[in-house]
Each structure stands twice: as C-alpha cells, then as structure tokens.
Nanobody, 125 residues
Framework: QMQLAESGGGSVQAGGSLRLSCAAS????????MGWFRQAPGKEREGVAA????????YYADSVKGRFTISQDNAKHTVYLQMNSLKPEDAAVYYC??????????????????WGQGTQVTVSS
C-alpha cells in the first residue's frame, strides 16, 4: 500500500515562492496519477495540479497556471509543486494524493484513494 508524505509548507509574503514535496513509498508509484489539492478554511478541497507518472503529462487548475509547476523525480518516487508568485488566496493546507490510473478528470477528489497528511501554506499580504 502506498503512503504519501508532504513537506515544504511554510509562511511567505505575497509574491514569494515555496516548493512542496510529496514522497511516495510502497507500491504503484509508476503508472499513477499524482495530484496536489488544497483546502482553505470553510472551503471545499480543490485540485491544484496533477501529473501522470507514466509519461509526465501535467494538468493545472486555471487559478495556478503560469505560477505553479508540478514535476517528478521517478528515481526518488517524489512529486514536487513549485509555487511562485504566491497570492493570499493560495493559502491553504496542501495535500498530495494518488490513484493508480490515468489522470483523466484529475481534479475529482473522490477518485483519489491515498492521501498525505497535508502541509500548511500561509501567504501574507
């Protein structure tokens, strides 16, 4: 069974950058859809970005396109989320998630079966 561990959250000022990491252990890293989601207080969890580990195809929410970059290191079974030009509205708990399938409708929360514990991102104006 796969386990996911996020790291890299923290506090930054608006316009700053952070890089989140998601280390996967266990089976099924290959040929999986790895997604980053976030949840702000009082809001639903939403998809931020995803990557298909089989061929590196990436997907982004419109709200982060051009600012965030998802990438992977297959040798380390690690997925990254580089977040630049951060805005106060990006503040949330960020979660890594996995499903052993093509990404497809990558932002659908209920399609992911394995989740990390989350890492807090705070952005001050």
């Amino acid at each position: 069974q796969m386990q996911l561990a996020e790291s890299g959250g923290g506090s930054v000022q608006a316009g700053g950058s952070l890089r989140l990491s998601c280390a996967a252990s266990g089976y099924a890293y290959s040929l999986a859809c790895m997604g980053w989601f976030r949840q702000a207080p009082g809001k639903e969890r939403e998809g931020v970005a995803a990557i298909y580990t089989g061929d590196g195809t990436t997907y982004y929410a419109d709200s982060v396109k051009g600012r965030f970059t998802i990438s992977q290191d297959n040798a380390k079974h690690t997925v990254y989320l580089q977040m630049n030009s951060l805005k106060p509205e990006d503040a949330a708990v960020y979660y890594c998630a996995q499903r052993s399938a093509l990404c497809g409708i990558w932002f659908r929360v209920q399609d992911y079966f394995t989740w990390g514990q989350g890492t807090q991102v705070t952005v001050s104006s």
